[in-house]
């Protein structure tokens, strides 16, 4: 059975830092990523990275926001740095099962940036 337990997230102030984690377990992964969900708005792609560590960033998190993953534990991790008050939001980790093209979600953690 795919787990994925997000770990992190919680509050902090304009341009602080926090660090969010994914331990994915029940299959080996390819593409994992991370997403997120402001209120009233659409769920969004924050960051993807592929089993051969190659990382991908929306516009809106370059040069702020830093996916890593280690293959041997199968988590994922998001370091974020100059957050916003628009990166308020939960957050979401996303994984896809190795050669196949099922995605799971985790329960999604809560990140607040205030001013």
């Known amino acids: 059975q795919v787990q994925l337990v997000e770990s992190g997230g919680g509050s902090v102030q304009v341009g602080g830092s926090m660090r969010l984690s994914c331990a994915a377990s029940g299959s080996i992964f390819a593409a994992m990523a991370w997403y997120r969900q402001a209120p009233g708005k659409q769920r969004e792609l924050v960051a993807t990275?592929?089993?051969?560590?190659?990382?991908n960033y929306a516009d809106s998190v370059k040069g702020r926001f830093t996916i890593s993953r280690d293959n041997a534990k199968n988590t994922v991790t998001l370091q974020m740095d100059s957050l916003k008050p628009e990166d308020t939001a939960v957050y979401y980790c996303?994984?896809?099962?190795?050669?196949?093209?099922?995605?799971?979600w985790g329960q999604g953690t809560q990140v607040t940036v205030s001013s």
């Open positions: 990275i592929t089993v051969t560590q190659r990382p």
């Open positions: 996303n994984a896809r099962v190795l050669r196949e093209t099922t995605t799971y």
